[in-house]
């Protein structure tokens, strides 16, 4: 099955930094990677997500990068704020066409604090 | 109000009993998930379920049981057999792209 692996676990910067989280992950026919955040108490919460069609998404200060061949993909935060604080997960899935979808398999999760 | 639905948000359970978690949805998704989350591991699926009647174990299934007997409702038991329930449970749903979670169902043995 699927296995997704994320680094690094924490991760401190300061204000107006930028920040990146990298995952791999090991089954080929995995299409689908979404990137969630989870605030403290909260639910996690799709931030962005990307296709395999496609190699980078941008969303203002989000973007996740994709590379097929090495099978990893990263989400990069520019200019960081206090309120980007917060576990971050990555995940792969499969997505076929006809609308099934394969389990949805996350990473370990990544606890990022921005100080002001 | 849309959504997904856990209950109860806090359960105590003795030892040697089973219990069960609801997750019911309205958002008309196919596919539901459950999922284990302790400090440091992540998100860890226990069980899923693309449609109804049908489920596959995930990679924690040991020790748990889910039916799908209806779209909206995804119950997840937890037995005797769970030697460490004690943790937080997510259970999600999803159509096409976009995971929705529950807000979740913390479980302590006592």
């Known amino acids: 099955g699927e296995n997704v692996e994320q680094h690094p676990s924490t991760l401190s910067v300061q204000e107006g930094d930028s920040a990146v989280i990298k995952c791999t992950y090991s089954?080929?026919?995995?299409?689908?990677f979404p990137w969630y955040k989870q605030e403290l108490g909260k639910r996690p919460q799709l931030i962005i997500d990307i296709r395999s069609n496609v190699g980078e998404k941008k969303d203002q200060r989000i973007a996740v990068t994709l590379n097929k061949t090495a099978k990893h993909f990263s989400l990069h935060i520019t200019e960081t704020q206090p309120e980007d604080s917060a576990v971050y997960f990555c995940a792969a899935r499969v997505m076929n066409y006809g609308g099934s979808q394969g389990n949805l398999i996350f990473g370990k999760g990544t606890k990022l604090s921005v100080k002001p | 109000d849309g959504g997904i639905t856990q209950s109860p948000k806090y359960l105590f359970r003795k030892e040697g009993q089973n219990v069960t978690l609801s997750c019911e949805q309205n958002l008309n998704h196919d596919a539901m998930y459950w999922y284990r989350q302790d400090p440091g591991q992540g998100l860890r699926l226990i069980y899923y379920s693309q449609i109804v009647n049908d489920f596959q174990k995930g990679d924690i299934a040991e020790g748990y049981s889910v039916s799908r007997e209806k779209k909206e409702s995804f119950p997840l038991t937890v037995t005797s057999a769970q030697k460490n329930p004690t943790a937080f449970y997510l259970c999600?749903?999803?159509?096409?792209?976009?995971?929705?979670f529950g807000q979740g169902t913390r479980l302590t043995v006592v």
């Open positions: 089954d080929s026919a995995s299409n689908y």
């Open positions: 999600a749903s999803s159509k096409y792209r976009e995971a929705f």
